[in-house]
Nanobody, 124 residues
Framework: QVQLVESGGGLVQAGGSLRLSCAASGHTFSSYAMGWFRQAPGKEREFVATISWGGGSTYDEDSVKGRFTISRDNAKNTVYLQMNSLKPEDTAVYYC?????????????????WGQGTQVTVSS
């Protein structure tokens, strides 16, 4: 069982930055691939970024490439999402998720555990 708790969300102006954190419980964190997803009002939850168990492989959604960076610190059981050059369309609830796989995936059905989400609001 893995419990995930996100933090770091908030209100920021367009062009600003935020760093989201997701702290995981459990001693097997390093054996899970991790992902970030987001859900805007009235829209489906969509993939943002994923990272492999060791952190050596990452993949980002096209709309965030060059602006968002996913990383992890297995010693701290934490995964991060650094978000730069934020746009109003990035406004959403951001969720982290853990998949029982060593390799990251963009498919949300492959994730086994989810956090409660953290709100990110970007004003224009």
């Amino acid at each position: 069982q893995v419990q995930l708790v996100e933090s770091g969300g908030g209100l920021v102006q367009a062009g600003g930055s935020l760093r989201l954190s997701c702290a995981a419980s459990g001693h097997t964190f390093s054996s899970y691939a991790m992902g970030w997803f987001r859900q805007a009002p009235g829209k489906e939850r969509e993939f943002v970024a994923t990272i492999s168990w060791g952190g050596g492989s990452t993949y980002d959604e096209d709309s965030v490439k060059g602006r968002f960076t996913i990383s992890r610190d297995n010693a701290k059981n934490t995964v991060y999402l650094q978000m730069n050059s934020l746009k109003p369309e990035d406004t959403a609830v951001y969720y982290c998720a853990a998949a029982r796989s060593r390799w990251g995936t963009r498919n949300k059905s492959e994730y086994n555990y989810w956090g409660q989400g953290t709100q990110v609001t970007v004003s224009s």
